[in-house]
């Protein structure tokens, strides 16, 4: 046992490996079982021939000679098989039926052999050709269903319509010559077949990758002991890629009208025709015609049909780069046109490599992984402390799937990352910030506001950095200032639309006739404090009177606001409501005023019975769309997430407080100050007469999760006896392979088709 002991402590580093590889193989296993399970024989069809009779049903005079359907002219659409609806005399028959696919000349190009048991009475039943075909256009085609029944009680024939609920154009004749004209059968196309293998030949790529990407992130954490920001950059490039194929077409938070908008950039930047309005107000995008096709307006379909259709037309190539197409999409989101940057360059790597539309989705993905991936490597890298805290908030999934789709939040989530990792290095500063890191606390703190509207209170975590960190006093509160003012300047610059649709019912003229008559009173008092303004009783009353102003001018802000809210009668009340059961007035500043009490009520039941949905949403536990979708992965998985972060906050015991109150402070204030204001958007958009918030998503907090966290670590009463470090980071990864693999299941097995 002793000499069993010493071999194990020699190779535990060996060991522990083979235990992650194994572990690593058992998952994939169960998700490829899984996967298998639910992908096997689906099948998406499309309807041909509608009209028919239930249980009118025309038989063959000689079975062997059998029924022939004419089909209509192809399209170019690739045929699976068809689905007919037969009839078998009220019995289960025995025998066998062949259904054949032939050309306008009688030549058989597929064909279908199967038992008449499985022909129920009356229903569809799904015929799958030996090899899928494709229609040609303009080309002529017809289907010949016939029977070898064991006796001569086993009938069967096919179900249709005739007269009105007959096509002309595709009638269904009796081989034998005995059937009178005027009669279409009912039949679908089964336009995507699955198989039996389909499934699992597809996830076996992925199901490498995974593997690589857990076991090289073990070999570089416990083997080549490489820096936090080298572990961090590559889990995120390997397993955002990994959320990039799972992620279904489309099939991200609102990636709909991010690629769209992503899509006109492009036009854009190369001079190309944009964005017009339709004779109906519709908006429309030029694109390619290859793109047309799969552009809409809502979230892609989910299921493993979405997976096929993505993988049949992934290598496509060989299409144009001309926009000689149009598609019906939602308008561009008002967003700085930077947040689309590495999307916009893999939509233009795209279409000058002529790939199609998935191939073209899967490039804007990749660079926008890219992005995220250099970004949060850089927030690791330049923290001074508490490294652990950039990397597991960096690796949530929830992260990683944004970086995975097309998304406005992957440069927002990724500059917040180096913004606070930035702030906390100056923070902790012993000496001056580098030229290199001012400037890039200026730019960040300039663009974060513009970017999303309520990240502008991030600035304040620039507060707290010492004076000495930015060359002195007077240095540092002009730097401050400049920071502030450019952070305003932007966010009033890029969101002043939205701010006067918040405030679309208060009588902001009068506000502004008593902000204007303030102004002669500003200039007087500080006139005054020019004259008087080191004598103490002076200051001692300069402050009373400033106190009684502000205390004086809230309470007519708040006066004017509570008294120019709208105020309806229950008449107008109930005109309001819609067919989905929503009122068409939502919340505004003006009404939130007016009706403290209902807003209180709505906020209590909200956080009461939202707040688990917003843990989900802020560590990735939602795939895809929340609203659309509704899926959820394991809870199991999702207080993992929970315990990582909380995991990351702890330190070992000798390690002492880093943050001063001033830092806590400013950290506690933009926590707080950011989700009061995603608590604030989303009522602005919510109907008055919903019992909850509409639209308020966990992954708006993503960005000053990293202060949360960091206030968090502050605390002493949970501590370490030794560094994890190398287990951690290994958890953050192996956690967020684990949610990409559920997801790929759940979206795989859900149906949903807009």
């Known amino acids: 046992m002793e000499r069993l002991g010493a071999l194990i402590k020699k190779h535990r580093l060996w060991l522990g490996g083979l235990c992650c590889a194994l572990a690593a193989a058992f998952a994939l296993a169960w998700a490829g079982y899984t996967l298998h399970q639910a992908g096997k024989n689906q099948s998406e069809y499309k309807i041909v021939h509608d009209g028919y009779e239930a249980m009118q049903g025309m038989y063959p005079a000689d079975p062997a000679a059998g029924l022939v359907q004419q089909l209509p002219a192809g399209e170019g659409e690739t045929l699976y098989g068809v ?14 039926f062949r259904a054949a696919l032939e050309n306008s000349g009688g030549e058989t190009l597929t064909a279908c052999d199967g038992d008449m048991t499985m022909l129920l009475d009356g229903a569809f039943v799904d015929v799958i050709f030996a090899s899928p075909v494709t229609l040609e256009e303009g080309g002529g085609y017809q289907l010949r269903v016939t029977f070898a029944p064991a006796t001569a009680e086993d009938k069967a ?14 009638p269904l004749t009796d081989a034998a010559g005995a059937s009178a004209p005027g009669r279409t059968a009912a039949l679908q196309y089964i336009t995507n077949y ?39 950059a590559f889990f995120a490039a390997a397993l955002g890629l990994v959320f990039a194929l799972v992620t279904p077409p489309l099939g991200g938070p609102d990636e709909y009208g991010h690629l769209a908008s992503a899509y006109a950039l492009a036009n854009r930047v190369t001079g190309q025709p944009g964005v017009t309005t339709g004779e109906n107000g519709e908006t429309l995008l030029a694109m390619r015609e290859c793109d047309a096709e799969y552009m809409r307006d809502s979230s892609g379909p989910i299921g ?48 000058a490599l002529g790939l199609g539309f998935h191939a073209m989705l899967l490039l804007a993905r990749l660079a926008s992984v890219a992005a995220y991936a250099a970004l949060g490597a850089l927030a690791v890298r330049l923290a001074p402390a508490h490294k652990n805290i950039f990397f597991a908030a960096g690796l949530l999934p929830m992260g990683l799937s944004l970086a995975g789709s097309v998304s406005a939040d992957t440069l927002v989530n990724g500059l917040a990352l180096v913004f606070t990792a930035l702030c906390l290095r100056g923070i902790l500063c012993k000496d001056v910030l580098g030229r290199g890191e001012q400037a890039g606390l200026l730019v960040l703190a300039a663009l974060l506001g513009p970017m999303k509207a309520i990240y502008l209170v991030l600035v304040v975590l620039c507060l707290p950095i010492p004076a000495a960190a930015l060359g002195g006093k007077v240095r540092s509160r002009a730097f ?12 009033l610059w890029f969101n002043g639309s ?4 918040m405030l679309r019912s208060v009588d902001v003229e009068r506000i502004q006739f008593v902000l204007l008559r303030l102004v002669p009173a500003a200039a007087l008092a500080v006139v005054a404090w020019l004259r008087w303004g080191k004598r103490a009783w002076f200051k001692k009353a300069a402050l009373a009177v400033g106190a009684l102003a502000v205390a004086a001018l809230a309470g007519a802000m708040f006066w004017v606001g509570a008294n120019s809210g709208m105020t309806l009668t229950p008449e107008e009340y109930a005109a309001s409501i819609k067919p989905n059961g929503e009122s068409t007035y939502v919340y505004s500043f003006g009404y939130i005023l007016s009706h403290i009490p209902q807003t209180v009520k709505l906020l209590v039941n909200t956080l009461g019975s939202q707040m688990p949905r917003y843990l989900q949403g802020l560590v990735g536990a939602l795939p895809g769309e929340p609203i659309v979708y509704g899926l959820e992965i394991s809870w199991l998985l999702t207080i993992a997430l929970l315990a990582l972060l909380v995991w ?28 009061a204001l995603s608590m604030l958007a989303a009522l602005c958009w919510t109907p008055i007469n919903l019992t909850t918030i509409f639209g308020m998503q966990g992954r708006y907090l993503l960005p000053v999760l990293p202060a949360a966290l960091l206030l968090l670590a502050e605390g002493r009463t949970l501590c370490l006896r030794r560094s994890t470090d190398g287990a951690l980071r290994l958890s953050a990864g192996a956690l967020a392979a684990a949610v990409a693999l559920q997801s790929l299941v759940l979206f795989a097995s859900a149906a949903y088709k807009p």
């Open 157 to 170: 024939g096919l179900v249709y319509g005739e007269g009105e609920q007959a096509d002309p154009a595709m």
């Open 648 to 675: 990351a906050c702890l330190r070992p015991v000798e390690e002492g407080p880093l943050l001063s109150r001033g830092a806590r402070w400013s950290m506690g204030l933009a926590v707080l100050g950011v989700a």
């Open 498 to 501: 939205t701010v006067s649709y």
């Open 194 to 232: 699955t198989g039996t293998g389909y499934a699992l030949r597809t996830f076996a790529p992925l199901a490498v990758l995974v593997f690589a990407a857990v076991m090289g992130g073990w070999w570089l954490i416990f083997v080549r002991r490489a820096k936090a920001h080298v572990s961090f």
């Open 304 to 351: 493993i049909l979405a997976y096929k259709t993505m993988t049949d037309e992934l290598f496509s190539t060989g299409n144009g780069s001309a926009l000689t197409a149009t598609a019906e999409v939602s308008p561009p989101y008002n967003v700085l046109a930077l947040q689309y940057l590495p999307q916009m360059l893999g939509i233009l790597l795209a279409r």
């Open 83 to 96: 689905r007919l609806m037969f009839v078998t005399d009220g019995r289960v028959a025995q025998g066998s």
């Open 480 to 491: 401050k200032a400049l920071l502030c003012a450019a952070a305003a300047a932007g966010w």
